[in-house]
């Protein structure tokens, strides 16, 4: 399994009877999945199916299905009028030009340009619907395809981040009793000079600093715990992981921050800045993500 990039493009191709049909799937980056239709009016009878096969595919993006339609030049074809539309055409523009004045008789050319009201003898609404069908599903299927193969990059940043995040973790976490001693040094130093004019309050809001600083285990602890969630979920990825991914980005920040508001030398800033550069560039690509 792999994360899915929500970005992603597709095309398809087929021929039914007369027509040509051309069908791409295009997507970018949306916080829920939103999917938009370009096609002829006299396929929108198939807008529902057609987006339902989409939401069986895509859980998020802003996905776009342009369907083309195009006359096949293979010589003289029959062609059929339907006959039950132009007189519903006639009608109306009969009622209507008594009630409107100034308002033009349908010529025939507007009738014949008026979807459905000329079809080949040999158009076949259903085969042709079960085409466009079957180009959506290749086409999807392309599409999935390539939101896998971009979304396997993105696991590959996100790792490798990981791996950088650990790294300063463990190197901090190792040097840190040696910052501390020199820290509790600094402090005794100090006390030792002020301790004949310092109060006891003073002394006790010294010590309580000084006792908050010096427990970053807390931070250290989670920092790594939401660091394997993040891999746990980048290599066993499962539907949409996307909102998820960002929840956690947030949650790195955050003990990034409480990192280095307890610095108590410039490595541990240097560290904590380390880690929010890093947890920036994953939380930017997290939003291409599924």
């Given amino acids: 399994m792999t994360i899915h990039s929500m970005t992603g493009f597709a095309n398809a191709a087929g021929e039914c009877g007369a027509k040509r049909i051309n069908l791409e799937v295009r997507a970018v980056n949306h916080r829920y999945l939103d999917v938009q239709f370009r096609m002829p009016d006299d396929l929108r009878h198939l807008e529902s199916s057609l987006r339902e096969s989409i939401a069986a595919r895509a859980a998020r993006g802003k996905l ?31 009622k209507w030009r008594k009630k409107h004045e100034g308002l033009g008789k349908l010529t025939v050319a507007d009738i014949l340009k008026f979807p459905g009201v000329l079809a080949s003898q040999n158009e076949d609404e259903e085969a042709f619907a079960q085409t466009v069908q079957q180009l959506l599903n290749q086409a999807l299927t392309d599409f999935a395809a390539a939101r896998a193969r971009e979304g396997e990059k993105l696991a590959q940043h996100l790792l490798s981040r990981l791996d950088e995040m650990e790294n300063i973790i463990n190197n901090l976490s190792g040097i840190f009793p040696g910052l501390l001693e020199a820290h509790m040094e600094k402090v005794r130093s100090r006390l030792k000079e002020a301790v004949e004019t310092i109060d006891n309050d003073r002394l006790q809001q010294e010590f309580t600093l ?71 560039q994953m939380r930017e690509q997290v939003q291409n993500i599924e």
Avoid: W
């Fill in 64 to 94: 776009e299905c342009r369907i083309q339609i195009q006359d096949i030049a293979s010589g003289a074809q029959s062609l059929n009028v339907n006959q039950d539309l132009v007189a519903q055409l006639a009608e109306i523009n009969k």
């Fill in 210 to 280: 000084f006792m908050q600083k010096s427990d970053v285990d807390e931070e250290f602890s989670r920092l790594r715990t939401h660091i394997g969630e993040v891999r746990r979920i980048v290599t066993t990825a499962k539907g949409s992981v996307g909102k998820r991914l960002d929840f956690l980005m947030q949650e790195l920040n955050r003990e990034a921050n409480t990192l280095g508001s307890k610095a108590i030398a410039a490595e541990c800033t240097q560290a904590s800045v380390e880690l929010k550069v890093l947890i920036e």
